[in-house]
Nanobody, 123 residues
Framework: QVQLVESGGGLVQAGGSLRLSCAAS????????MAWFRQAPGKEREFLAG????????FYAPSVKGRFTISRDNAKNTVYLQMDSLKPEDTAVYYC????????????????WGQGTQVTVSS
């Protein structure tokens, strides 16, 4: 099992930036990929970006490619999500997750989740 703790959320004006962090512990060596999702009120949880654990190769949802950047610090076992040019529609709770099996873009493929961090973008 992998334990995940997110941080870095908050309130930001439209056009601003935030960097989210996800500290991983536990059985991280067996993890295939880590990813960021978000969930806005009344909406389904949405995949944003992921990174293959062994190679640190990123992959993105088309909706955020170019605005969001995922990265990983091997020494700290931490995954980051740099979010730029934020829009009010980016307001949501952001979660990081560890892949278990299946499609890397599908929420059901991730078995370990953090508690989430709120991001609010004001217009």
């Amino acid at each position: 099992q992998v334990q995940l703790v997110e941080s870095g959320g908050g309130l930001v004006q439209a056009g601003g930036s935030l960097r989210l962090s996800c500290a991983a512990s536990g059985r991280t060596l067996s993890t295939y990929a880590m990813a960021w999702f978000r969930q806005a009120p009344g909406k389904e949880r949405e995949f944003l970006a992921g990174v293959y654990w062994k190679t640190s190769t990123p992959f993105y949802a088309p909706s955020v490619k170019g605005r969001f950047t995922i990265s990983r610090d091997n020494a700290k076992n931490t995954v980051y999500l740099q979010m730029d040019s934020l829009k009010p529609e980016d307001t949501a709770v952001y979660y990081c997750a560890a892949h278990t099996n299946g499609d890397i873009y599908w929420v059901g493929s991730y078995g370990s989740w953090g508690q989430g961090t709120q991001v609010t973008v004001s217009s």
